[in-house]
């Protein structure tokens, strides 16, 4: 007895943890500064931890109400009905729920590269197969529907990230509507917008409500700092709200991820200053370190550094965790996130140390 054949799928490689690298190089993990993940270096919300000790004595119970409640303080946010809002295990959950509710066997899924790994595996997950559209560093990453229209035949889904993990590019709200009108009646736009908070532009929440092929995702995970606790979520079209109970996993998101979410909402504080230090982070980043980058609209910024795993490693024997994207098919560049002043500081620090190639 086996497993059925997953050769084509890949093994997800997460950032490395601050504890798995001081084990390893025999650090303290207190002394390391990991910049590798995109996490909130600010921590989750005050607001959001209060909220996970006041409801942990509730557990026993399944999160109706917290699930419900969740639901519609998010619909009044974005102004939509309560069933177009899909509650998950994070955006990789909600990101499984498009695909299960949408490929068949066989199907076809676009998605660009470098890009999301989970994109690709979840769509294999489901019987999909993958083709992929470049996001080019000839061009600066720029995302354009044109340039995705020459890869696409009639892909079931096309996922546009926007802001771009790892290049940080983003793609302008008429190019994404021009690409759903220059699909085929067939094909849901998904936009990632997993870091959409850090952005200045506006949401392609707009295109949900006007269209019934433009979905987009948001999480928790970042902006929020709770990505330990695993909540995240897709808008959907009007047209498609009812798939969910069709596909979702019975109370999708934990009683106590539900009422952290709650939380984080209302906590608009956290929100505004966890911007602020990614903002300052960013700019920190393209005028000090001794490498081109490029211009950032999330909450990380991707340099060329040469040899990326080389760079990565030396770094680490230093304390410093970054994302070597070696694996997003980069080898010449890291990707660091955006620290606290201090943690940024040392980044750079330490970073053109290594560029230096001091000992
Ligand atoms: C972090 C991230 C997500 C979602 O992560 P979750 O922790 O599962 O919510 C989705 N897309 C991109 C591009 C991301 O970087």
Redesign the pocket.
């Known amino acids: 007895m086996h497993p059925r054949d997953l050769s084509s799928n890949t093994a997800y490689e997460a950032g490395r943890g601050t504890e798995e690298v001081a084990r390893e190089l025999g650090l303290d993990p207190d002394s390391l500064v990991k910049l590798a ?2 996490e909130n270096p600010l921590g989750p919300s005050p607001a959001a931890v209060e909220a996970i000790r006041a409801h942990a004595d509730r557990v026993h119970t399944y999160p109706k109400a917290s699930h419900a409640d969740l639901i519609a303080e998010l619909a009044a946010l974005w102004e939509l009905s309560p069933n177009q809002v899909w509650l ?8 499984d729920y498009l695909a299960r509710a949408t490929i068949d066997p066989g199907d076809r899924v676009l998605v660009p590269e470098p ?2 790994a ?2 690709g595996m979840s769509a294999r997950f489901h019987h999909g197969e993958v083709t992929t559209y470049p996001v080019s560093k000839a061009e600066d990453f720029e995302q354009r529907a044109e340039k995705i229209l020459a890869d696409y035949d009639g892909e079931r889904i096309v996922y546009l ?1 926007s802001p ?3 290049t940080g590019s983003e793609i302008a709200l008429s190019e994404v509507e021009e690409l759903a009108d220059r699909t085929e009646e067939g094909t849901l736009i998904v936009v ?1 917008e ?2 959409g908070e850090f952005s200045d532009r506006p949401s392609a929440v707009s295109l949900v409500e006007a269209r019934d092929d433009v979905a987009v ?1 948001r ?4 902006v929020y700092g709770l ?1 330990g606790l ?3 979520y897709a808008l959907v079209p009007e047209s498609w709200a009812e798939a969910y109970t069709r596909v979702n996993t019975p109370f999708a998101a934990s009683e106590i991820a539900c009422r952290a979410g709650l939380a984080a909402l209302d906590d608009t504080e956290h929100v505004e200053r966890s911007i602020e230090v990614a903002r300052d982070a960013r700019e920190r980043i393209y005028e000090r370190l001794d490498a081109p980058t490029w211009e950032s609209a ?1 909450n990380f910024v991707l340099a060329e550094v040469g040899d990326a795993s080389a760079v990565a490693n030396r770094l680490q024997e230093r304390g410093v965790i970054v994302r070597d994207c070696t694996s997003f098919g980069l080898p010449e560049c890291i990707r660091i996130s955006c620290g606290t002043e201090a943690e940024t500081r040392r980044a750079i620090t330490e970073c053109n140390e290594v560029l230096r190639g001091a000992t």
């Open positions: 993940s995109n998950a295990n994070g955006g990789d959950g909600a990101l890009g999301f989970y994109y990230t771009h993990n790892p990632d997993a870091y995702l999480t928790f995970s970042k990505a695993r909540l995240g999330g």
